[in-house]
């Protein structure tokens, strides 16, 4: 009766959500994000800029990362360390959002010229100067087609890094098991 007791006062201290559980919705926030924007693609028509794309994948590996901690689900400095990296993918993912957001938010005449599709970029170009025009971004960057409550996809998303990195770090710091 008495390790009865223990156990309940051990689940009521842990509350309902633990690092796995935070995890595993984190992960499917990510899939969710995706599933949008693919949506939004195939459905409403509207193509993505090499930035978009961009996001996409940074989503992506945080989704990811998110599914391996919450499936492999270490204690202590393992979970500490899933938090670190989710942190620096989401990282990655706010500085490109970021950049997408400041495009977007420059007046017209400053605008950059549009370059080519991210297709042709990756046939002709290599890697690392693919990776360099994209992230300098163009003019069809800058261009606002979608917009939900007066913020436009990248603020959004910017907006969803930025939960998913805090949550992701603090959760793996703090929560129990």
Known sequence: MRDLQYIDVQSAQRGWLSRRMLNGLGFLICVAGLGFAYYVQHFQGFEPCPLCIFQR?????VGLIFFVAAAHNPRGWGAKGYGIIIGLAAGVGIGI??????????PPDQVPLCGPSLEYMLQAFPLNETLREVLTGSGECARVDWTMLGFSMPEWTLLLFIVLGVAGVIGNWRLRH
């Open 97 to 106: 959002a970021a950049r997408h957001v400041w495009l977007q938010h420059l």
């Open 57 to 61: 994948l940074a989503l992506l590996l």
